[in-house]
DNA sequence: CGCTATAGATAGCGATGCTATGCATGGGAG
DNA sequence: CTCCCATGCATAGCATCGCTATCTATAGCG
């Protein structure tokens, strides 16, 4: 995938990966890689920054913990995070039809 | 439309509009408006600067025209922009497949 | 003891779309 | 006739944001 595409979408992903439950930065990265067959693989030093930008945001709070000798910083959704992934969602199917319709392609998935 | 959302995007949208027939760039900005029923709505200063770049690139050439003493920039296609097109369209299925899975969305179209 | 996986972090960069602004012409409103 | 708007193109400067490269640290395995 396009190192660049990626780009204002990010943040939805995050989220929705924490709906299911608290997760530590690098469960999300992981999570992430397996929920998209391999598609979507963040490095670290995308995810750890994008994280630190939606805990500003307060659509997230962490707290630390350790595990095994290792420190850990543990998110989860806050009230506002639940409403910006709704909205993420929302402007998600209309940027994708948008595009899709413009790009003269079938709707996903084209299976034709 | 979240004004960040279309990084990385945008060229290909240019060359879908081109795929058409050959268009100057105001009149490729109102296709892809009518296209997308206003979802996509691109300044000038976006959609100019994009055109310049496609030039560079090889993958759209230009020529100078007047049409009613207004001079115009008509843009048309090159083999090596169908061939981006074509890239394009590709990539934006995977990347469209990914975030969906991802987000959990119901495959675009949602009409349950 | 070194390598790898896990876990987190940051500085600096580069790409790219947007805002604001400017120029120019033609046509319609007043 | 004059002003404003739509058309048409253009650029400077900015802001955002994901990536690369690099760093720290621990645990476990060979």
Redesign the pocket.
Known sequence: MR??A??????GLLLATLEGGPQ????IKEALRESTEGHID?????V?????RLERAGLISGSWSV???????TYELTAEGRKALSDERDSWQEFAGAVTAALGTRPWPATS
């Open positions: 190192a660049e990626l780009k204002g979408h990010l943040d530590h930065g690098y469960a963040l490095p670290t030093g995308t750890y920054p994008a994280l630190h595990v095994g000798g290792r420190r850990r910083r």
